[in-house]
């Protein structure tokens, strides 16, 4: 064992890559309805990191970059639905900060009563919230290394409590009145129906506020795709894409459904996905392509990811995006050549909205702001980078730039970047945590430590379920109340939801701000 410790304290890399790939197989599997996904790479760092002191050293890099490429990458993908969603997200922002609040409180007064002292109770509040910034802060205002031992025992506890919280909350169907119904869950249909009055393509229910989408048209022996604004006849069959409740209501407007599908006969109107890899289109809106005007088509469909979206006229198309488009049979090489239809583009990571866009969300994190009694201010590499994709995703495009980046390579940096920030976390704080687990003490930390990330978790979620939050984005948020990437992996893997991200971008960078300011309370009582 000597030996092999001695050649993982010489090689960090190695260490690192061990913990990761030892954590992915941890967090494989199954403890009852519970899997922990990524946050097995922080357990398999803690028994590791506590075996020999040398491999927590020299890591502080790995894991800073580790939380930055995470939390940039979270942020370009949620900054658009959270600026769109921002007045809904209020209401549970104000839960959020509340929660913080009793979380320090309920510190402060476990604390007191177990004697732990004001800078090992600050640790233990921002071991149990898992932020790292908080720590920093709490380091900072204490003068010493004590609030860390607290840090590095009510971690594990912060992340695990959290973890089965989110299990218990996240696939759960109750009435969220201020979200609306998620991308993910619409469940687009293709139906064809015939006309039995004449009616105009604006007066059909669904089309104007974009509700379904309309391709086909039969006319006698002619089949086309349908033009903007046209006027149906008696007779005529057209196809109808949305979702079955919309796609229903339109139906019964123009006649009735038939059981022949038009879209079936490809004579003389292909549909054909093609994948969007000309970075030229990305960034640009749905009506911005003109595929009436430039190609006698219509996009009905967006595949992106595991997502299926109704092409509706304001969305944006990003890279990797899979478009369903409706053509005449003859132009489909144009259409192919103007998408780019290329999966080996689509592969290649653009240097600028990653390296460009993460060293901006750096900058903004050092930038200190002073604060009473002398200490001050800061975002981190944590809170700034996700502020600045958020901004980011958000923008989209800017001249020739395209920010966001394909939800594949997306997807790929994000887990990376989580996986090398909770195995550096373990292995840095795997000898603190051995050294007090199994004390007196270390025994007040994790009991004080389940209670606050426990007893503030539930309220978090009944609160979220009281001002008319659905259970998905309760989970993000409460991911981003606590601050811990792994709690978002894991409500991620339990549900294909952009409201999970949403809120957690709604609560990180908020999260991180108020428990800064709390933490310098705690230290000093």
Partial sequence: MTGVLDVLASSPLLAIVLVMALGTALGAVPFGPVRFGPAGALFVGLAVGALDPRLGEGLALVQTLGLALFVYTVGLAAGNTFFRDLRRQLPLMAVGVGAILVAGATAFGLGSMAGLGGPLTAGTFTGAM???????????????????VGYSLAYPVGVTVA?????????????????????????????????????????????RDQRVRMSYLA?????????????????????VVGPQTAVDEAVAHLGVRVDEHLADDRTAVE??????????????????????????????????????????????????DRVLAVVPRERLPEVQDFFGDSERRVSEIDPVPVGGGLALGLLLGLLTLPLPGGAGFSLGSAAGPLLVG?????????????????????????????LLFLAAVGLASGQAFAEQALTAAGLRVVLVGVV??????????LGARLVGVSAPRAAGGLAGFVGQPAVLAYAGSRVVDERVEAGYAALFALGIIVKILLVQVLVAV
């Fill in 130 to 148: 898992t932020s790292t910034p908080a720590l920093a802060a709490a380091v900072a205002a204490a003068g010493s290394q004590e609030p860390a």
């Fill in 163 to 207: 973890i089965l919280v989110v299990a218990a909350t996240v696939q759960r169907q109750w009435p969220g009145s201020r979200d609306p119904q998620p991308a993910a869950g619409l469940g687009l249909v293709a139906l064809t129906a015939e006309v039995r009055r004449t009616t105009t393509l604006d007066d059909v229910p669904g089309v």
């Fill in 219 to 239: 006319r006698g022996s002619r089949t086309r795709v349908i033009a903007p604004h046209e006027e149906l006849h008696a007779g005529d069959q057209v196809v």
């Fill in 271 to 320: 549909n054909q996905r093609f994948v969007v890899s000309d970075r030229r289109i990305a960034g640009r809106t749905v009506a911005d392509l003109d595929m009436p005007g430039r190609f006698d088509g219509v996009i009905t469909r967006v595949r992106r990811g595991d997502l299926d979206l109704l092409a509706r006229d304001d969305l944006t198309l990003e890279v990797g």
């Fill in 390 to 418: 958020m901004v980011l995703g958000r923008v989209e495009r800017t001249g020739p730039f395209v920010w966001r980046m394909s939800l594949a390579a997306n997807l790929t940096i994000r887990q990376i970047g989580l």
């Fill in 452 to 461: 606050v990330v426990g007893l503030s978790s539930v309220l978090f979620v």
